[in-house]
């Protein structure tokens, strides 16, 4: 079982549709988790912390669920430019390293 | 300001030959990650450094795989041999913290391609 697991999809949405993406973490001394966007051959970039008491940004929600050990991400009013793929990331305190999950691919389409 | 840079942004190598990749980090980060994507896959970490010391080379697949950053700025990570399998990208990133603890922020990564 990998450490951090995330469902492929993809998840193919009209503009405007709210989804959402969990991604389940193995590791319970887990103490930060990150939502990073990727597009296709680019680079990952930081969407967004992910705070125990939960935080939006705009059209963006993540929450974690320490006791079920997952983190999620909600997208209102989704739009063509949010079409890309969604990383989740954690980290111990121990150690500094990213580990990964494989990616939620959306594509939202017109 | 600028963002993390890397050099090449591709790369294509013959089996057995040994390729060099350049990672100039985000002016005054004091911590410097490498990470290797596959396709369809997320970033997995080969090593990371606090300035000039390699605190981690736990990710690193062979000793094959070196990194260094001599004087705390500037890394660079070489792969000796290289085989098929090492086909990927390789990503750098940095952050600003000494713990490390702060956001990482991903360069536009190098594309090896070993034929």
């Known amino acids: 079982r990998k450490e951090v697991e995330q469902d492929p999809g993809p998840f193919n949405v009209p503009e405007g549709a709210t989804v959402a993406f969990n991604c389940t973490y193995s590791n319970s001394a887990s103490q930060s988790f990150f939502w990073y966007r990727q597009d296709c051959r680019k680079e990952p970039k930081l969407l967004m912390s992910?705070?125990?008491s939960g935080n939006e940004d705009g059209r963006f929600t993540a929450q974690l669920n320490r006791a079920s050990q997952y983190i999620s991400l909600l997208i209102r009013d989704s739009k063509l430019s949010d079409s890309a793929t969604y990383l989740c990331a954690v980290r111990t305190d121990s150690s500094y390293k990213l580990i990964f999950g494989s990616g939620t691919r959306l594509l939202v389409r017109p | 300001g600028a963002g993390v840079s890397q050099s090449p942004r591709y790369k294509v190598a013959k089996r057995g030959q040994d390729v060099a990749l350049r990672c100039d980090p985000i002016s005054g980060h004091v911590s410097l990650f490498w990470y290797q994507q596959a396709l369809g896959q997320g970033p997995e970490f080969l090593t990371y450094f606090q300035n000039e010391a390699q605190l981690d080379k736990s990710g690193l697949p062979s000793d094959r795989f070196f990194a260094e950053r001599p004087e705390g700025s500037v890394s660079t990570l070489k792969i000796q041999r290289t085989q098929q399998e090492d086909s990927a990208v390789y990503l750098c990133a940095s952050s600003g913290g000494t713990s490390g603890g702060l956001e990482q922020f991903f360069g536009p990564g190098t594309r090896l391609t070993v034929l």
């Open positions: 992910v705070y125990s």
